[in-house]
């Protein structure tokens, strides 16, 4: 792969860089509720060397029922400051399952004036098997003042949504699997309906990985997302199951070169709940 400290990294150019005095790495481990892994203990185990720990659901919007809403601005500015994260940092972000939460603090970054962040290719799984330097010491924080400029295009609610499923004027692609797509199997969240938002695709984000949860190649991106229907010169939505391996979609199309994408931060734990929305069972 070629590196890109604006979107994706190798284990390699992470441990050229490891030392670099103003590179910050950010373990941003999350897992569904049904996978009862605890990301923080595992943390507090083993991490690269630095980093410090993002708590995707802490640093949200408390105020919504939707899970791991995006932050205010000045609830992200406060918790970056408080892990020493800031202006004229590089931040590399990784997780535990190779490449699947990674992408959504990326996209957080992004949506907060951020361009000097990449996720950690294949993540803390390739890191470890590679037999590279791990610890479970904490960081050294020192406070650091972040800037803000927040990104509404990067971003879309339920109503642009809703306009976008009706009117066509942007493409919905559903990151979830194909069975939970289709309605076939339950959601991991209770109370949620099945099914897909109407006149959406779907591309598993898992498609857009190699077998050592390695991103493809900007080549076999595009193919993936040509061959579920999409039109790759026109604008998209991601969504999945709460906004997170949403932004894999995202950054998966940023690697490709498309940049007209937004995220649909409810995703289906918003979509899925309201009985007065549409739903489509079965294929797209």
Same mark, same amino acid.
């Given at each position: ?16 860089? &490891? ?5 910050? @790495?950010?373990? /941003? $481990? ?7 892994? #605890?990301? *923080? ?112 295009? &990067? ?5 642009? @949504?809703?306009? /976008? $499923? ?7 692609? #559903?990151? *979830? ?108």
């Amino acid at each position: 792969m070629s590196d890109d400290p604006q979107t994706l990294v190798s284990t390699d150019w992470l441990a050229s860089h &490891l030392k670099d005095p103003d590179l910050r @790495v950010l373990d /941003a $481990s999350w897992y569904l509720p049904n996978v009862e892994r #605890d990301p *923080r203990l595992e943390f507090n185990t083993a991490h690269i060397p630095g980093a410090r720990f993002f708590d995707i659901d802490e640093i949200s919007d408390a105020r919504s029922e939707i899970p791991h809403m995006a932050p205010s601005i000045e609830k992200f500015m406060s918790r970056m400051r408080a892990m020493g994260v800031g202006d004229g940092h590089q931040i590399v972000v990784y997780d535990g399952s190779g490449l699947s939460s990674a992408a959504r603090v990326w996209w957080l970054f992004r949506l907060m004036g951020h361009r000097d962040v990449a996720v950690l290719d294949g993540g803390f799984l390739k890191w470890q098997e590679e037999g590279r330097q791990i610890d479970d010491m904490p960081p050294i924080v020192k406070d650091r003042h972040l800037s803000v400029r927040f990104h509404n295009q &990067l971003v879309c609610d339920v109503t642009q @949504v809703s306009r /976008a $499923s009706k009117l066509g004027i942007a493409q919905i692609v #559903d990151a *979830r699997a194909a069975a939970r797509f289709r309605g076939d199997v339950p959601e991991p969240r209770e109370g949620l309906r099945l099914g897909h938002i109407p006149n959406s695709h779907n591309v598993p984000f898992n498609k857009l990985l190699n077998l050592d949860s390695t991103m493809k190649t900007p080549e076999a991106i595009r193919d993936i997302f040509e061959s579920a229907g999409i039109d790759m010169s026109k604008p998209i939505i991601t969504s999945c199951g709460s906004g997170i391996t949403a932004a894999v979609l995202g950054l998966a199309l940023e690697r490709a070169g498309h940049s007209s994408w937004s995220l649909y931060d409810g995703s289906w734990a918003e979509w899925g709940m309201f009985p007065t929305l549409p739903v489509a069972i079965g294929e797209a």
